[in-house]
């Protein structure tokens, strides 16, 4: 192994000690964060929408990323909004890497007072104008904040899957 390799492993290991250290609840929180970029580093906030979902939830999605982007397609579908499964995750990864209490405190929304967040980084006017019915009002909530962002998107872009870059 060569010394740079050993000097990523020591420091990762290191930084796994410490989280094991600090409690299983800052481990996982901070997993999702470790070899993130840009806004995807965000600190989290909670939501009382995105901390008491349950495994399963009642429209019978897990809650997990893979099942807030199923629930967010099914209600995309009902509502004629573009999109696709993979254009979701690959957005998703980009800007929280699947973080859903992630907020961006450092960038020129933020310096305005209205920093973006949740799963795919949208500021609050953006959510309340692009909103969807039928879901949560809180832009924490993953599938709200998926399906708000996908409806931003294709009004602006035509689809989230035209979404290559922060938008």
């Known amino acids: 192994m060569s010394a740079a390799a050993q000097h990523r492993r ?9 989280l ?13 964060l470790i070899g993130a970029t840009s806004a995807s580093a965000a600190t989290s906030t909670p939501s009382p929408a995105a901390t008491t979902r349950s495994l ?7 809650n997990t990323l893979d099942g807030w ?5 099914s209600i995309m579908a009902q509502k004629s909004i573009p999109g ?19 907020i961006n405190n450092w960038d020129s929304n933020a310096a305005a007072g209205i920093p973006s967040k ?12 692009y909103h969807v ?24 872009y035509g689809s989230i899957d035209n979404v290559h870059s922060a938008y």
């Open 10 to 18: 020591t420091r990762t290991s290191r930084l796994m000690r410490t």
């Open 56 to 62: 399963v939830n009642a429209s019978g999605y897990t």
């Open 133 to 156: 019915t039928g879901t949560a009002l809180d832009p924490y909530d993953p599938v709200a904040n998926i399906t708000a962002a996908c409806n931003y998107a294709a009004a602006r």
């Open 84 to 102: 696709s499964y993979n254009g979701i995750y690959r957005n998703v990864m980009r800007e929280s890497s699947g973080n859903p209490l992630a």
């Open 69 to 73: 982007i199923r629930e967010s397609l």
């Open 20 to 32: 094991a250290v600090a409690g299983t609840g800052a481990a996982v929180l901070a997993m999702p």
């Open 118 to 129: 949740g799963l795919l980084q949208v500021i609050d006017p953006t959510f309340r104008a």
